[in-house]
């Protein structure tokens, strides 16, 4: 089975820019998770979804980000407009249950000039 | 509020020594779960362990051991003869049910740099 997937690996993009990052999780998986990770604050979770419902979207920083799941197979996270605070790399994972192992993919490494 | 400190900012040992990574958690919840994670350079988060509050028995895969103690509120994770091949982060992870939903806080990671 391929593993969670993520597009693009890297991005790079200009201040005030939209970025969408992509996630396919693994098939069978009904939860997804996004996270972001910073030197600064380290492993942060965003947002999770369970059967493409969003649960808690309490760690979403601000209103410049989105997150949807349309599908069982497809997430989206989106950030418009794009500041230099964002830069990070952001993961998805996907687990059978909401306390269950997760499963990462490779990141997305954002960079904000 | 949830809470997950791994003080050991970065630990190096020479191979085939033995190393403890500690991990201290808080939480009220009395039910809740505990996760370790491995990230080697490659950047991937990998899954090593999940215990959850009511299981305190401790457990041993290969050479990985983790100990399990409500009491002080540690889960602590040690490596028996380590190898190059173990160098990476470890992240501490707690997932708690809180106000309907589970809430998932990772600790900052400790690097482990094993010297060949």
């Known amino acids: 089975d391929a593993g969670v997937i993520q597009s693009p690996r890297h991005e790079v993009t200009e201040m005030g820019q939209e970025v969408t990052l992509r996630c396919k999780p693994i098939?069978?998986?009904?939860?997804l998770f996004w996270y972001r990770q910073t030197m600064m604050r380290g492993l942060e979770l965003l947002i999770y979804?369970?059967?493409?419902?969003?649960?808690?979207d309490s760690g979403m920083p601000e209103d410049r980000f989105s997150a949807k799941m349309p599908n069982a197979s497809f997430s989206t996270l989106k950030i418009q407009p794009s500041e230099p605070r964002d830069s990070a790399v952001y993961f998805c994972?996907?687990?059978?249950?909401?306390?269950?192992?997760?499963?990462f993919g490779p990141g997305t490494r954002l960079t904000v000039t | 509020a949830q809470k997950v400190t791994q003080a050991q900012t970065e630990i190096s040992v020479v191979e085939k020594e033995d190393v403890t990574l500690d991990c201290v958690y808080e939480?009220?919840?009395?039910?809740?779960?505990l996760f370790w994670y491995k990230q080697p350079p490659s950047g991937e988060l990998v899954f090593l362990i999940r215990?959850?509050?009511?299981?305190?028995q401790n457990e041993i895969s290969g050479r990985y051991s983790w100990n399990f103690q409500k009491s002080t509120s540690s889960f602590n994770f040690t490596i028996t003869a380590s190898q190059v091949v173990d160098s990476a982060v470890y992240f501490c992870?707690?997932?708690?049910?809180?106000?309907?939903?589970?809430?998932?806080?990772f600790g900052t990671g400790t690097r482990l740099k094993v010297l060949a």
């Open positions: 994972a996907s687990s059978r249950t909401d306390v269950g192992e997760q499963y």
């Open positions: 098939s069978g998986h009904d939860y």
């Open positions: 979804f369970n059967n493409n419902v969003p649960i808690d």
């Open positions: 939480t009220r919840d009395t039910t809740y779960y």
């Open positions: 215990r959850n509050s009511f299981d305190e």
């Open positions: 992870a707690l997932s708690g049910f809180t106000s309907g939903t589970y809430k998932y806080i």
